[in-house]
């Protein structure tokens, strides 16, 4: 039993370039988010969905697509990569409003 | 401007000693989450208020939620190294909605 899983664990870019960070659950919940961590700050929401076919943007959605075909992967497209990007990446579940479970995290740079 | 603004920003305090940690928006939520992070991990969830005027305790943590539900504190008493970590609240903003932002965070260093 993973939980959630995030794929790759680090990542180096070149600026223009793009890529799909993954994020899978085995959870089976129906809400899952992204987040950014930028260093020593809190996270800060990028894009959520409440459930299969349904996303919606967070506080920071600007270079970022996310799609949610299935209830378990939900994930996060970078179009054309800049240094302001440069960031870890941590997928969320959560069933309801309750407890949110985190993955392990995606380490970013883009140079 | 983040809605859920955390201080102090950082923290180091000697093994023993009690601290405060403080979280503050004008906005009014349904409720707050308290979690810490270490380095390297994602979010662990440490408690969820929902009432005003809540008072919840685990072991040496004592978290408050403000009677106005826009506030809410964690006290921490005779902290030890193993509290070291980031500290940071979250609510689901609009109230009740699955958009859940998170504080600026705050990070706590306990010295033995």
């Known amino acids: 039993n993973a939980g959630v899983t995030q794929t790759p664990k680090f990542q180096v870019l070149k600026t223009g370039q793009s890529m799909t960070l993954q994020c899978a659950q085995d959870m089976n919940h129906e809400y899952m988010s992204w987040y950014r961590q930028d260093p020593g700050m809190g996270l800060r929401l990028i894009h959520y969905?409440?459930?299969?076919?349904?996303?919606d943007q967070g506080e920071v959605p600007n270079g970022y697509n996310v799609s949610r075909s299935t209830t378990e992967d939900f994930p996060l497209r970078l179009l054309s990569a800049a240094p302001s990007q440069t960031s870890v990446y941590f997928c969320?579940?959560?069933?309801?409003?309750?407890?949110?479970?985190f993955g392990q995290g995606t380490r970013l740079t883009v140079v | 401007t983040q809605l859920l603004e955390q201080s102090p920003q950082f923290l180091s305090i000697q093994e023993g000693e009690n601290l405060t940690v403080y979280c503050n928006s004008s906005s009014v939520f349904s409720s707050l989450q308290w979690y810490r992070q270490e380095p390297g991990e994602g979010p662990v969830l440490l408690v969820t208020?929902?009432?005003?005027?809540e008072v919840k305790k685990l072991k040496r943590l004592t978290f408050q939620f403000g009677d106005a539900r826009k506030d809410s504190s964690l006290h921490i008493t005779a902290a030890q190294p193993g509290d070291t970590g980031l500290y940071l609240c979250a609510g689901g903003h609009p109230p009740g909605t699955y958009k859940y932002i998170f504080g600026t965070g705050t990070r706590l260093k306990v010295l033995a």
């Open positions: 969320a579940v959560r069933q309801g409003r309750t407890e949110a479970f």
């Open positions: 208020v929902v009432t005003g005027g």
């Open positions: 969905s409440v459930g299969a076919g349904i996303t």
